[in-house]
């Protein structure tokens, strides 16, 4: 069973990258550290913390350890040096990756819109989405869509979505 450490920037990602990760591998044994946001003046104040968190012994286990940050620009390269400059970690450990991704995880989500439709066994009515990429704030448009059928998206909703994501069309993406 592989050990996986993932640190993510808030609780409706961390139960969705869980499931997703375990739909790929469900060997893996996951462990996620929350980041109170991803913007660079929330980042500052948990430095000390995330570094200590990378460097101690105890996770030394790990083999990946994953920072995702979704930025939803163009800045998510600069964004991912940032976060590897500001650790001040000389030589980051082998098994750790710095991710910042260009969209919100629920860009995905809009991908696999057909998945969407059946959370919970309802059957409901939106439409597909033909450029789901494109859109702003994919998080928000999700949560109206989610409303029109009488479903708040959380954590919990983010996760069962994860959990209904066609394997297949996982891993081609």
């Given at each position: 069973?592989?050990?996986?450490?993932?640190?993510?920037?808030?609780?409706?990602?961390?139960?969705s990258y869980e499931a997703l990760l375990k739909k790929v591998n469900p060997e893996l044994n996951i462990k996620t550290f929350l980041l109170n946001g991803c913007d660079k003046e929330k980042l500052k104040p948990q430095f000390p913390i995330l570094k200590k968190k990378i460097l101690d012994s105890k996770y030394s286990g790990y083999q990946l350890?994953?920072?995702?940050?979704?930025?939803?620009?163009?800045?998510?390269?600069?964004?991912?040096?940032?976060?590897?400059?500001?650790?001040?970690?000389?030589?980051?450990?082998?098994?750790?990756?710095?991710?910042?991704?260009?969209?919100?995880?629920e860009t995905f989500f809009l991908t696999c819109i057909e998945d969407v439709k059946r959370l919970n066994?309802?059957?409901?009515?939106?439409?597909?989405?033909?450029?789901?990429e494109a859109i702003p704030d994919p998080k928000e448009y999700l949560k109206k869509l989610l409303l029109e059928e009488n479903i708040i998206y959380g954590k919990k909703i983010a996760e069962e979505i994860s959990l209904q994501l066609d394997k297949e069309k996982l891993e081609k993406r």
């Amino acid at each position: 069973m592989s050990l996986i450490g993932i640190i993510v920037e808030g609780e409706d990602d961390q139960l969705s990258y869980e499931a997703l990760l375990k739909k790929v591998n469900p060997e893996l044994n996951i462990k996620t550290f929350l980041l109170n946001g991803c913007d660079k003046e929330k980042l500052k104040p948990q430095f000390p913390i995330l570094k200590k968190k990378i460097l101690d012994s105890k996770y030394s286990g790990y083999q990946l350890g994953l920072i995702i940050c979704d930025c939803d620009s163009k800045c998510a390269p600069e964004r991912a040096s940032f976060i590897k400059d500001a650790l001040k970690i000389a030589k980051l450990p082998d098994n750790i990756r710095i991710h910042a991704t260009y969209k919100e995880l629920e860009t995905f989500f809009l991908t696999c819109i057909e998945d969407v439709k059946r959370l919970n066994d309802k059957d409901m009515k939106f439409r597909d989405i033909k450029n789901p990429e494109a859109i702003p704030d994919p998080k928000e448009y999700l949560k109206k869509l989610l409303l029109e059928e009488n479903i708040i998206y959380g954590k919990k909703i983010a996760e069962e979505i994860s959990l209904q994501l066609d394997k297949e069309k996982l891993e081609k993406r």
